[in-house]
């Protein structure tokens, strides 16, 4: 041993002196330099695998919600398809009723004007009658040159208007 140390010129005082100088600055080091970088890293290392675990829960949730979003959409497509189904169906619920009123009122129209229509005929034929009793008593008076009593002249009108009315 005491070769190497004269082939490497070794001191021991030296040497030990160095090794307590190396001890001492390692301890100090660990205490002041390593311990709170390790510690520091160690904090480091939790807020970063937080910051990736929020990170996830977040694309969890936005993928979540995403989906929401498109049920939401889905939803609402058929409820607006249902509501153009019940207008649709009301509408055409509500051309049928005003056909059928339309009708009806057609009807009730043409009801009305027939029984104007023969109304008027009535009352167009009874004219007509007078008119040709009428007619008939003058050319009697002037065939017979004299007037005729009353109940004389209704009984030839209606004599009169009986045969115009079977002709």
Known sequence: ???????F?????????????????AVVLWRFAFKPL???????????EKSLKQAKEIAEQREEMLKLREQAVLEAQIEAKKV????????????????????????????K?????????????SEVRQEAADLVVMALEKVLQEKVTADLD????????NSIATN
């Open 9 to 25: 010129h070794l001191d021991w005082k030296l040497f030990l002196a160095q090794a307590v100088n190396f001890t001492i600055v």
């Open 113 to 125: 004007a027939k029984s104007d229509i023969q109304e008027e005929k009535g009352k167009m034929l």
């Open 84 to 111: 153009i189904d019940e207008t649709s169906n009301k509408m055409k619920e509500y051309e049928e009723q005003m056909r059928i009123k339309t009708q009806n009122q057609a009807e009730v129209i043409l009801t």
């Open 38 to 48: 390790a510690k520091n890293l160690s904090e480091r290392t939790k807020t970063i």
């Open 154 to 161: 209704k009984k030839l009108a209606e004599k009169a208007v």
């Open 1 to 7: 041993m005491e070769s190497i140390i004269e082939t």
